[in-house]
């Protein structure tokens, strides 16, 4: 059964730090581009990350370019997010996202609630 597991998220003050990771089970991780998107109350769900499937680009939205930092770990088929200089705008419910076309495959994490405090 595919699993896509994410952990890391809470609460942390403006100025903080998190990481959120997002690990994968059941499906062939290496062969898939990997995202992470964020949906704040109210709002429409925003793309904030994304990797190639051999990590060699990424690519941010303008709101996170500079504080947050995409990366993965092939052998341990698990995707990262590295949230600094955290805002009360960031404040949102993280998605984790793996697609392939080759392998005909979309996978969700869960979702994890991160809030930043004024």
Do not use: H
């Amino acid at each position: 059964q595919v699993q896509f597991v994410e952990s890391g998220g809470g609460l942390v003050q403006t100025g903080g730090s998190l990481r959120l990771s997002c690990a994968a089970s059941e499906f062939n991780f290496s062969r898939y581009s990997l995202a992470w998107e964020r949906q704040a109350p109210g709002k429409e769900r925003e793309l904030v990350a994304g990797i190639t499937s051999a990590g060699d680009s990424t690519a941010y939205a303008p709101s996170v370019k500079g504080r947050f930092t995409i990366s993965r770990d092939n052998v341990k088929s698990t995707v990262y997010l590295q949230m600094n200089s955290l805002q009360p705008e960031d404040t949102a419910v993280y998605f984790c996202n793996a697609v392939s076309a080759v392998e005909d495959g979309n996978y969700w994490g869960q979702g994890i609630q991160v809030t930043v405090s004024p």
